[in-house]
């Protein structure tokens, strides 16, 4: 592992056709590219920070394969986790997840924290027009943007790329939150690695901000964007056995269908999980408290939300579920975001 990135100035033989599997081959180690375009400030686009999300790097393919010579505007572009993309892994087992580690980070200084800090202190020499950092997820959600910070310019650039944002405050060290203050920062969650219509609307995204002259002063209408609050994470304990048929014998059940309450609102009325044990889940805010008895409740084998929230990243995945967590529970973000 390495602490500095490799940086070139050009892209290297093989880069349009290589995959993420052989990724190596090109870029041994993480490498910041800086392409000299028509127009400065300079565009920053990451990909592959989770070495398995592998849309980011067939977009910056499609969108530079578009340009023969000259880019419209110069780009850094930073090919982060080289080594699990080799492996197909998110991360490597025992290795820092590099969406963890920039500056703001919680983490104690090691070699991925340094690396980031690294990277950001080389890209921001310079003025930045914005920073892009592409990532898939697992369930089956709609294609949205994330921001730390719902600036004004920040719902702008997420709603060129799609309707709906979500802000979130935690985990710390993700790479959008260390250019708060910067730029306009935003990570586009594609669908699935590889989901076809992820790649051709990042693409979109991304050729578009090459050409952008400036982020529009005026707030972003409310019907251009819906943009969602994270409250909470929902997880279910280890020795709570759980499954998504209704009909299995498990502690935690959930209803056919439940995937799709992803990003839509459910009533305090609506049963969200049936269960046999009396505590099937533990939701935790964003500073980790438990706040289970604050937002759900159990009435007769039944779980339900105490108020109105809006599930999102729901996954069906079960060793993710395990790894990570069953959803996010979220609310609407109704200020309209600030003058910033
Ligand atoms: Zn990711």
Not at 11 to 34: K, M, N, S, V, Y
Not at 65 to 71: K, T
Request: charged share 20%; net charge negative.
């Amino acid at each position: 592992m390495t602490d500095s990135p490799q940086i070139l100035d050009a892209l290297p033989d093989g880069f349009f056709t290589t995959e993420a599997r052989d990724i190596r081959r090109l870029f041994p180690q993480p490498t910041l590219i800086h392409l000299h375009g028509a127009r400065a400030p300079a565009l920053f686009v990451s990909i592959l920070l989770h070495g398995n999300e592998y849309t980011g790097l067939k977009v910056m393919q499609r969108l530079l394969g578009r340009y023969d010579g000259m880019l419209p505007r110069s780009l850094w572009l930073f090919i982060g986790n080289v080594y699990a993309a080799e492996q197909g892994l998110r991360v490597l087992p025992g290795q820092t997840d590099y969406n963890r580690c920039w500056p703001g980070t919680e983490m104690a200084p090691n070699a991925e924290t340094r690396l980031m800090q690294r990277v950001i202190d080389s890209v921001t020499r310079n003025e930045l027009f914005a920073a892009i950092d592409i990532h898939n997820n697992t369930g089956t959600n709609p294609l949205y943007a994330c921001m730390t910070d719902p600036t004004r310019r920040n719902q702008h650039l997420a709603s060129l790329f799609n309707h709906i944002a979500v802000v979130f405050h935690y985990p710390k060290g993700v790479s959008t939150m260390a250019f708060d203050g910067i730029c306009p920062a935003v990570t586009l969650e594609c669908g699935k690695p590889g989901d076809a219509l992820g790649i051709e609307r990042a693409v979109d995204l991304v050729d578009g901000l090459m050409h952008l002259d400036h982020f529009p002063d005026r707030p972003v209408p409310p019907h251009d964007l819906q943009l969602v609050e994270t409250q909470a994470t929902v997880r279910i304990p280890d020795d709570v056995s759980f499954d998504f048929n209704p009909s299995a014998q498990a502690d935690l059940t959930f209803d056919h269908g439940f995937e799709r309450r992803n990003f839509t609102e459910m009533k305090p009325t609506e049963v969200f999980a049936h269960t046999r044990v009396p505590r099937p889940l533990v939701v935790t805010n964003d500073n980790g408290e438990d706040i289970t008895d604050a937002l759900i409740r159990i009435e007769n084998g039944k779980v339900y939300l105490n108020r109105q929230m809006i599930p999102a990243m729901i996954t069906l995945d079960k060793t993710i579920v395990r790894q990570d967590c069953l959803c996010y529970l979220m609310t609407d973000y109704s200020n309209g975001g600030d003058e910033r």
